[in-house]
């Protein structure tokens, strides 16, 4: 991997992973490399204005300053059409509306080639329409999830059973069987709870911090038909 390609792949693996950040040995070891090689890396790209910041602990590391916009990144023709394909596939994914301006803003900087290219070929896929609309309350949740704080929900049972003001803290979203789902804490129930995204008919989100609570002990390992994203796609 020559300089250039590593570094873009540097800012990435630290996108990707938010304020978390990466160990200087991690990013070595990453990209096979010295850690002298990945501070010398790191000092050209904030250098060149990359917002990274650096931690201290065991080796140190460094992570994307918190609500850092990305540099301008280099697609292939191959890379780019992946992108728009699969944001047009999923209007109703989470954080719907952030992937549309995604694609607004890939297919303005797509020259008139290469969104003939993408026309062409995005004609020829063909796939079932998902068959769940987009819950109007899903923008608050997914940013609670976010920004990790609670939200109030009316919520509405499979048995017709209406609850108000209920408060949960969401931990994660799922699709099963074409259907979205918040994973929360429930403060009524004292438990883990799967709602329905469309039968959430009200959320408020609170400024109230979620208690720091681990998914897999509150709801168990996921299940085979709902693995998490990370894991599919090496995140």
């Known amino acids: 991997m020559n300089r ?19 160990t200087c040995a991690w990013l070595a070891e990453r990209f096979e490399c010295s850690t002298r090689t990945v501070k010398r890396d ?33 697609f292939t023709d191959a890379e780019a059409m992946a992108i728009a394909i699969a944001l047009r596939t999923e209007p109703a994914m989470p954080y719907a509306p952030d992937g549309a301006a995604a694609l607004t803003k890939l297919i303005g900087a797509m020259t008139p080639e ?4 993408l026309e062409n ?11 769940d609309a987009r819950s109007p309350t899903a923008r608050v949740i997914e940013e609670a999830l976010r920004d990790n704080v609670q ?8 048995s017709g059973n209406q609850t108000r003001a209920r408060l949960i803290e ?22 883990g709870r799967w709602f329905r995204m469309d039968r959430i008919t009200k959320a408020n989100v609170t400024n109230i ?22 894991s599919m796609h090496g995140l």
């Open 4 to 22: 250039t390609d590593r570094m873009y792949a540097i800012v990435e693996s630290l996108r990707m992973v938010g304020t978390r950040g990466r």
């Open 42 to 74: 790191i000092a050209a790209l904030v250098e060149s204005g990359v917002p990274i910041v650096s931690f201290d602990g065991r080796g140190g590391g460094y992570s994307l300053a918190k609500n850092a916009t990305l540099p301008p990144l280099a």
């Open 114 to 117: 290469q969104r003939r290219m």
């Open 121 to 131: 070929l995005a004609a020829r896929i063909w796939m079932r329409q998902p068959s």
């Open 151 to 158: 939200v109030s929900i009316d919520y509405t049972d499979e």
């Open 170 to 191: 969401p931990m994660a979203l799922a699709r099963t069987r074409q259907q979205w789902s918040v994973l929360a804490w429930c403060h009524l129930r004292k438990g």
């Open 209 to 230: 911090p979620c208690a720091a609570r681990s998914l897999r002990e509150v709801f168990g390992e996921p299940p085979e038909y709902a693995q998490p994203v990370g």
